[in-house]
């Protein structure tokens, strides 16, 4: 039994991930790249190959719940996998056999291992790290000081644009999307990935504030605003439009304008970045029925 109840820094994060790959031997584990700093950004996937759908999280430093949700989630698929149980109400392996689960737990892991210890984790970039920022608890940026959410190039031009009317120039703890897209190893890594495997669809888990968003610009899909649908009425979670500095240059703007998949943005949670890990039992519960769905549907 994994104890999830922890703070999901780098070493956490491997030693949960070995317990996993040791229990359900086919746990398929690859890494799509490694960050800024050399973290490697792990890739797990259990089920069909000939068709997936990819969850992904930890894309700011301070939102490291959505890494543990997402363990935690793999790890009832293959247990449900292994033993035939079902995931909440859903005999989720029997879907998995038909459209496999891809999970990148971390997207940043330098951002996380600063939110959670400090400067001193963004190793060269320390000096950075702390021109810039005085509270790295709400650390939600690369090593860098750029957003990996703000470096997608979908819409990017726009957002920087906005970015500048707010005078955000330069490295930043938060929205800062760099000088250019995909100007960071970890948004390179994910882009990579995506081209290299056929996903039929995609979820970046964020937190908080307990909305989905589901679309971006003339090439979303019915399907993602069908998905969503589906989403708030199994979970609560309203269906929302991110504020105009949060629009463009994000992971499911990305997917949706260069696929014409649906892409959905979950933000778990209710409250302040980072939230607490007494929140997780709770969310994971009402999350659950979200990434059921997004295997089932």
């Not at 490697?40 to 996937?45: K, R, T």
């Not at 698929?77 to 033993?83: E, F, I, K, P």
Request: with cysteine.
């Amino acid at each position: 039994m994994i104890n999830y109840n922890v703070l999901p820094d780098y070493k956490t994060r491997n030693e949960i991930i070995s317990a996993l790959c040791r229990h359900y031997p086919f746990i398929k584990h690859s890494y799509a790249g490694e960050s800024v700093c050399g973290r490697c950004i792990d890739v797990l996937h259990i089920g069909s190959t000939k068709s997936r759908v990819l969850y992904c999280g930890g894309f700011h430093g301070s939102e490291y719940l959505t890494i543990l949700a997402l363990l935690k989630f793999l790890d009832d698929c293959a247990r449900s996998m292994q033993d035939e149980n079902a995931v909440g109400e859903y005999r989720v392996s029997d879907f998995l056999r038909i459209r496999g689960l891809t999970v990148v737990p971390c997207v940043n892991p330098d951002g996380v291992e600063i939110a959670l210890h400090g400067s001193d984790a963004a190793l060269k970039y320390k000096p950075l790290v702390e021109k810039v920022s005085d509270n790295t608890d709400k650390w939600q940026a690369n090593a860098r000081g750029v957003d990996i959410n703000h470096n997608f190039n979908a819409g990017w031009c726009e957002l920087k644009q906005k970015e500048l009317s707010r005078n955000i120039k330069s490295p930043s703890p938060t929205r800062f999307g760099g000088n250019c897209p995909e100007s960071e190893p970890e948004t390179k890594a994910l882009t990579k990935l995506c081209r290299n495997i056929d996903f039929e669809r995609a979820v970046a888990l964020h937190s908080q504030g307990r909305e989905i968003y589901c679309s971006f610009g003339e090439h979303t899909p019915v399907l993602s605003f069908k998905l969503a649908s589906v989403f708030s009425q199994a979970s609560g979670y309203n269906i929302g439009f991110p504020e105009e500095i949060a629009t463009g240059g994000g992971f499911k703007d990305w997917f949706i304008e260069r696929f014409k998949k649906p892409a959905l943005t979950v933000e778990m949670g209710l409250g302040e970045n980072p939230l607490p890990l007494s929140d997780l039992e709770s969310e994971y519960e009402i999350l659950k029925n979200i990434f059921c769905l997004g295997v089932v549907v």
